[in-house]
Every structure is written in C-alpha cells, then in structure tokens.
Nanobody, 127 residues
C-alpha cells in the first residue's frame, strides 16, 4: 500500500521554526515529484512548495519565499519542509503529495496533478 505520512507539525510562536517531514512507505520517492500544500479553515488549499524528482527544480509560493526551504533525501525516502520566521497566517493543515513523472519539473498548481496525498499535519502559529 502506497502511503505518505507527514510529521513535525505543532504549535509555535510567531517568528519560530518548524520542520515538516514527509515519509513514503510502500514505494520509493526517487521518481516522484513532491509538493507541499496547506489549507487553513475556510480557505482553499494552496501550493506552498514543490521539488522535482531530481531535486534540481523547486518552487515556492510568494507568501513563503525566503522563509521556507524544501529538500529531499531519496536515500531516506523523505522530503522535508523547513519553515522559519513563521507567521500566524501560516497556520493551516499541511499536506505532502506525490506524482510519478519523468518530467524534471514540479507544480504548485493544480493540486490535482498529484495523485498520492498524506493525511496532513497541523501547524499553528500563535502567541
């Protein structure tokens, strides 16, 4: 069974940091593009960051540029999202998603490109 599992969410004060991890089981991530998405209450899901299977191509939403960093470790079958300088507006459930592709690119939109999704991790930024 193919699964993605997010971990590392939690409560943090504004200006703090969290590191989310997305671990795959049942398959290897080597040939998969990975995206991180988030959804806040009452809002649509939005793409936050993505990374190609090679790790050479990546994208960030304007709202997180300079604060978030995506990385992958294919040997450990994981993808991480380092989140620094967190703001209250970063509060959301964060999801990782995967799609197998031969293309050396990734997508922040549309989210329907991705066909495997994790269960989500809550990130709350509050004082």
């Amino acid at each position: 069974q193919l699964q993605l599992v997010e971990s590392g969410g939690g409560l943090v004060q504004p200006g703090g940091s969290l590191r989310l991890s997305c671990a795959a089981s049942g398959f290897t991530l080597d040939f998969y593009t990975i995206g991180w998405f988030r959804q806040a209450p009452g809002k649509e899901r939005e793409g936050v960051s993505c990374i190609s299977s090679s790790g050479l191509n990546f994208k960030y939403a304007d709202s997180v540029k300079g604060r978030f960093t995506i990385s992958r470790d294919n040997a450990k079958n994981t993808v991480a999202l380092q989140m620094n300088s967190l703001k209250p507006e970063d509060t959301a459930v964060y999801y990782c998603a995967a799609v197998r592709t031969v293309l050396t690119r990734c997508w922040l939109t549309p989210s329907t490109v991705y066909n495997y999704w994790g269960q989500g991790a809550q990130v709350t930024v509050s004082s």
